[in-house]
């Protein structure tokens, strides 16, 4: 292995080394996601492409209300042009710490890559950052946040029903330590309601 294709592969390996806690954060909040995307009608394999491609949680929250909404492609294309332009600043930031032989595919490319967290490590890797960094670490947290909002999507009606009966529950737990006679009422109204029903 000549010293260029092992620089490179301790890259990769770096890359997702600092990758997977940032995959592991995007997994939570795509999931959050991934159930407003159901309440919209994605399904998840809809959901899991446009994670995929989106990678921006304000972008996706936009384009599932606007969804929901019946929105335009124009609309929903116009909300993620101006929700996502910090995006272009940071690429133009990333750009000064990538060497100046590098072609222009992997510049485009490396902007395509760039999510306020991989921005963040790629950013602060020392020295030149080079591509195969930027691409291991957005590749491991790409997969896991499309793959988040595919779960997201695929357990909104369980989750919902769960949270529903949890809600319930911390209710019926907590309501006789914070107001003794309205619990017990209220335990009397289901009571009456159960024999009623």
């Known amino acids: ?43 998840a394999a809809i959901g899991f492409v446009s994670s995929f491609f989106t990678r921006a949680s304000a972008g996706e929250y936009g384009v599932y ?20 332009l910090r995006y272009m600043l940071m690429s133009a930031a990333l750009s000064q710490k990538i060497a100046p032989g590098t072609s222009w595919m992997h510049r485009v490319l490396m902007a395509c ?5 991989v921005f963040g490590i790629s950013i602060a890797h020392k020295g030149y950052c080079p591509p195969a960094y930027t691409y291991s670490a957005a590749w491991v947290s790409t997969m896991m946040w499309a793959s988040g909002c595919a779960a997201g999507i ?20 907590f309501l006789p330590l914070s107001c003794p006679l309205l619990a017990t009422t209220v335990m009397y109204a289901m009571l009456l309601l159960r024999v009623l029903c």
């Open 154 to 173: 695929l357990a909104e009606c369980c989750l919902l029903r769960s949270l529903l009966r949890l809600a319930w529950r911390s209710t019926v737990c």
């Open 1 to 43: 292995m000549d010293f260029q294709t092992e620089m490179q592969h301790k890259d990769i390996i770096q890359g997702f080394r600092d990758g997977t806690p940032i995959a592991m954060g995007y997994f939570a909040v795509a999931f959050s996601l991934g159930i407003i995307a159901k309440q919209a009608g994605l399904t």
């Open 113 to 117: 890559c760039v999510t306020d967290e």
């Open 65 to 84: 209300t606007l969804v929901a909404a019946q929105a335009t492609y124009v609309e929903i294309v116009a909300m993620c042009l101006v929700v996502n």
